[in-house]
C-alpha cells in the first residue's frame, strides 16, 4: 500500500472541510473492507484518508418518522440485527445478512458499500426495490438521490468530490409488501452471487398494485428491471405474468465473462432468478 | 510518516507509532510479537487472521492499525487463562478440529465469537457463522463438532 495522511475528524462538519480541501486526492473511509483492498491493489490511490469511526451524527437507525433512517456509518451486521429494521423492512435485514461474513458485516458499513459501488454487492437491488432514497453531504449542501441514480458504472456513482454519503432513507410502504432477495451462489455461500434479484410487490387481493425489481450482477450497476414491472402492474398474479415479466430480463442486462459464469448464461439466470423471486415472494 | 495508537491487547496496554497504511495483522505479529494470528489469503476470505475487536470479529488482514485505536482486541493467545486452555480450545484437540494449526487461531476466535453471542448454537448456526473460515485440511465436520460439543460442555 502507498503511503497517505490519515486524518481523524470527529464531527460532520470537519469531515466535510477535509473533503472539500483535498477533493479528488481524499477518500473517506469507514470500514475498509473494500477500500483497504483497492489501495492494497493501488487501484486507488489516495493521498489522503478520513476516517467515518468517530462521527456521531453518521452512526444512528432510526424509524420514528415511518420511514427507516439508517446513518452511513452504521455497520451491515448493526443494521441486520436492528429490530425496527427486522420488523418494518424485512427485506433489507435479510439482504444484509446475505452479505460476505460474519467477518466482514461487523466491519463494512452502508454508506460505504453504496459508494463502493461494486455491481456485485447485494444490498443496491434491495434499497432499489425498496426505493430507496441516498442522502449525500458536501460543503455546498444537502442531496438526495434514489438510489437507482447513485450508480453509474462499474465503483463509479454519482458522487462529486467533497461529497459524503450521509444517510439512506427506506420509506414505509402503505401496507407489508410480498418480498424476496434471491441469490445464485453455485460455488460458495459467501461469494458475490452470480446474479441476484430484489422484488418487492404491493399485492391487494391477488392483483399486482405496484412492482419494484432490480437485479444486481449482470451488468454495470445494478438493474431496474421497468419493463418486468410494467407486466406485472395492475394485473392479477399467475405463474404465466411471472413468465412473462421475467422474459423481459435478459435484454436489460450487460454483464461481463467471468468465473462465475458467461455473460449469456448470466443474462438468461438473470431471467430465471426474477421469476423464482416473483414466485418466492408471493408463495 | 507514522500514527501513534493505543490499544489493550489481550489485556495488555500497547502503545505503537506505525506508518498510516500499517495492517492490523501485521501489527499484532511483527510489532507486538503475537504470531497466533495468520495471515492467509490477505483479502479478507480465508479467516485465518480473524480477531476480536471489542468483541466482534473482523478480518485483521482488512484492518489499518490506526482504525483500531482506542480498541479492545482479543488474539488466539489471550485465550488461555492462567495456562489452562479455554474450553472452546479443549474441545478442537479433543474433538479432532485442530488439525495443521494454520486456520485453527482464526476457527478457534471464530467459533469463540459465536458461543459469547450465541452459548448454544445449532449446527445451521454454526454452520452460517463459520463459513467465512477455511480450512484446506480436513473439511469441516469435526471444526462443526468441537464446536457442539464445547457449547454442550463435553470438553
Given at each position: 500500500?502507498?503511503?497517505f ?24 473511509i ?142 414505509r ?33 391477488g ?9 444486481n ?67 | ?6 490499544f ?33 489469503c ?65 476457527q ?7 458461543l ?15 463459513m ?11 471444526i ?12
Amino acid at each position: 500500500m502507498i503511503p497517505f495522511a490519515l486524518h481523524t475528524p470527529t464531527t460532520l462538519d470537519e469531515a466535510l472541510d477535509l473533503l472539500e480541501k483535498y477533493g479528488e486526492d481524499a477518500r473517506p473511509i469507514a470500514g475498509g473492507t473494500a477500500l483497504v483492498l483497492l489501495m492494497q491493489q493501488r487501484l486507488v490511490r489516495p493521498e489522503h484518508l478520513v476516517t467515518l469511526g468517530g462521527i456521531k451524527e453518521l452512526n444512528g437507525i432510526d424509524a420514528s418518522n415511518g420511514a427507516l433512517r439508517i446513518g452511513a456509518a452504521v455497520h451491515h451486521r448493526v443494521l441486520e440485527n436492528n429490530e425496527q429494521a427486522k420488523q418494518g423492512w424485512p427485506l433489507l435485514t435479510y439482504t444484509y445478512r446475505r452479505v460476505a461474513t460474519v467477518r466482514i458485516r461487523n466491519v463494512a458499513t452502508v454508506g460505504g458499500g453504496l459508494a463502493h459501488a461494486d455491481p456485485n454487492q447485494d444490498p443496491p437491488a434491495t434499497y432499489i426495490a425498496l426505493n430507496a432514497r441516498v442522502g449525500i453531504t458536501s460543503k455546498k449542501g444537502r442531496r438526495e438521490l434514489p438510489a437507482e441514480e447513485l450508480f453509474t458504472g462499474y465503483y463509479e456513482t454519482a458522487l462529486e468530490p467533497g461529497e459524503l454519503i450521509t444517510d439512506v432513507t427506506v420509506p414505509r410502504p402503505e401496507r407489508p409488501l410480498r418480498t424476496a432477495y434471491l441469490k445464485f451462489l453455485p460455488r460458495t455461500a459467501d461469494d458475490y452471487a452470480t446474479v441476484a434479484v430484489s422484488v418487492a410487490l404491493d399485492v391487494e387481493d391477488g392483483r399486482c398494485r405496484d412492482a419494484r425489481i432490480a437485479i444486481n450482477s449482470a451488468g454495470p450497476t445494478p438493474i431496474r428491471a421497468r419493463p418486468a414491472e410494467d407486466v406485472l402492474r395492475g394485473q392479477p398474479l399467475t405463474p404465466e405474468l411471472f413468465r412473462a415479466a421475467a422474459a423481459t430480463v435478459p435484454p436489460l442486462t450487460d454483464p461481463v465473462s467471468d468465473h462465475r459464469g458467461s455473460a449469456n448464461y448470466k443474462s438468461r439466470m438473470a431471467e430465471v432468478f426474477t421469476r423464482r423471486a416473483l414466485e418466492q415472494a408471493t408463495a | 510518516m507514522t500514527v501513534h495508537v493505543r490499544f489493550r491487547v489481550n489485556g495488555q496496554e500497547h502503545e505503537l507509532d506505525v506508518p498510516e497504511q500499517r495492517l492490523l495483522i501485521d501489527a499484532i505479529r511483527y510489532d507486538i510479537g503475537l504470531t497466533g494470528s495468520k495471515l492467509g489469503c490477505g483479502v479478507g476470505v480465508c479467516g485465518a487472521c480473524t480477531v476480536l475487536v471489542d468483541g466482534q470479529m473482523v478480518s485483521s488482514c482488512l484492518m489499518l492499525t490506526a482504525m483500531a485505536d482506542g480498541a479492545d482486541i482479543t488474539t488466539i493467545e489471550g485465550l488461555a487463562q492462567d495456562g489452562e486452555l479455554a474450553p472452546i480450545q479443549k474441545g478442537f484437540l479433543k474433538y479432532g478440529g485442530f488439525q495443521c494449526g494454520i486456520c485453527t487461531p482464526g476457527q478457534i476466535m471464530a467459533a469463540q465469537a459465536l458461543l459469547n453471542e450465541n452459548p448454544h448454537p445449532t449446527e445451521a448456526d454454526i454452520k452460517e457463522w463459520m463459513m467465512g473460515n477455511l480450512c484446506r485440511c480436513t473439511g469441516y465436520y469435526k471444526i462443526i463438532e468441537s464446536i457442539e460439543r464445547t457449547a454442550a460442555g463435553e470438553v
